[in-house]
């Protein structure tokens, strides 16, 4: 660990880390301190991955202007990483004539905010592009895009730490002292010394302000479950399907969106919780999300669902009052030297980009810096093989052999994708880091036939089973042997049966 830090990023989430790359172009010492044991392990990582045109957004907000700065270049910043982005378009449906009138209103603000070729079409032109959808209209927004937002969370985290940013996970931040040009940041074994702080914490902004005296912001957590579709009813859509966002809700109403990878998303419920780590999904919640989507999309069965999953929002607005807060990008006179991101809900993925040129603008007017020349401008994750041509795969396998060999069969990973995930630049190696980097074990069976094979890969390349984790942490899999437990070493467990 470095004495000291020129900057120090509390969050590694999109932001967190769209800001850590951005700083990585210049001769700067940065590290990002992330509480879990991998980035993108919070709202980042469980969300629908929409790229937002700035439609639902208030015209002259600060969200509003850099919602439409980020889609402006999000299919270019995708393609400098990596990262899959699919411009599939998006229909906001009326499924009553007299929602017509919001879809109106809907498209005014869009056209106030910049976003082109915005159309209401009649619920015959709905049909031709959607055939499995019903309504009585809709509001076409071709621009409207898709990308795979924890794909891009660590492709971002990768080629910043490639690049020299210094990740530390498991690092919670508890108490932070000092001011500018000297903060001193605790976490656990030690103290993180930068001159900068960029408080990019997400659902924890608020407290990480508290602890420098800022007392302004208050963080509501709202949780939003999904449910994820079988590939098999993939085609079902072609677009991203909305529904009329309903009047002070806290999110846009469930809706249905085809995902990067073939698999549609629907959802998000809304619910308020005091718990910002209550991450819990529920039956009644995945019966709710089903009814709802088969207003617009008849035919949906349970048998279709394969997981589900759910995300927060850190929202600064509570339940009573509703609807949406603004961004909060600000240095307050309470603590300068401390950049402070607060209620960065959606877009906030979308607007991810041109929050970090302009946090990095920020550091670069308090400390100078000349151009990195470690930074990469293009990007590569693991290669995915279940994406290439046949030629390109026939080439993989004689380069290494181990791409000729299939781990997760639902989702075509193989052996050398999961090896080289391992291996990744975090230094992250829980399941789920694997995971999320590969896919394994993200297919219908759900790990149920790649998951054993995966922990033999992990103790292969050198890890053994007792520091094999869930998600990092004390998430341990396994407590020790058989042999362990005949001789009393490790505690019984009995499962009740009644």
Known sequence: MSDKF???????????????????????????????????????????GVVHTGINVPTGSRKAALNVAGARIFEDYCKDLDVPFDRVGKVIVALEEDQTADLESLMARGVANGVPDLEIIDSSTLKRMEPNISGAAALNVPTAAIACPYSLNIALAESSAEAGVEYMLNSPVTAISGDEG?????IPGGTVNAALIVNSAGLFSDKIARMVGITRWRIWPCRGEYVILDK??????????????????????????PT???NILLGPSADYTNDADDVRTTAKIRRQLLKEASEFLPGLSPRDVITAYSGMRPKLVPSKVGGFGDFVIEEVSEQPGMMNLIGIESPGLTAS???????????????????????????TAVDRVRDEPPEKIDALISEDPAYGEIICRCEMVTRKEIVDSINNGLEATSLNAIKYRSRATMGRCQGGFCGPRIIDLLIENGHSPESLTLTGGDSWLFLGSVEDLRKGKIPAVVEATN
């Open 260 to 262: 990067t990878d073939g």
């Open 353 to 379: 980009p041109a929050i970090a040129d302009e946090v990095s603008d920020w550091v670069r007017e308090k400390i100078p810096a000349k151009k990195n020349s470690n930074f990469k401008g293009k990007w």
């Open 182 to 186: 000297d903060f001193q940041i605790t």
């Open 232 to 257: 098999r009813v993939g085609g079902l859509i072609n677009s991203m399907v909305y529904p009329v966002p309903p009047k002070g809700g806290a999110g846009l109403g469930v809706h249905i969106t």
């Open 6 to 48: 020129d900057v120090a990023i509390i969050g590694g989430g999109v932001v967190g880390c769209a800001i850590s790359r951005e700083l990585s172009r210049y001769q700067l010492s940065v590290a990002v301190l992330e509480r879990a044991g991998d980035v993108a392990r919070g709202t980042s990582g469980k969300n629908s």
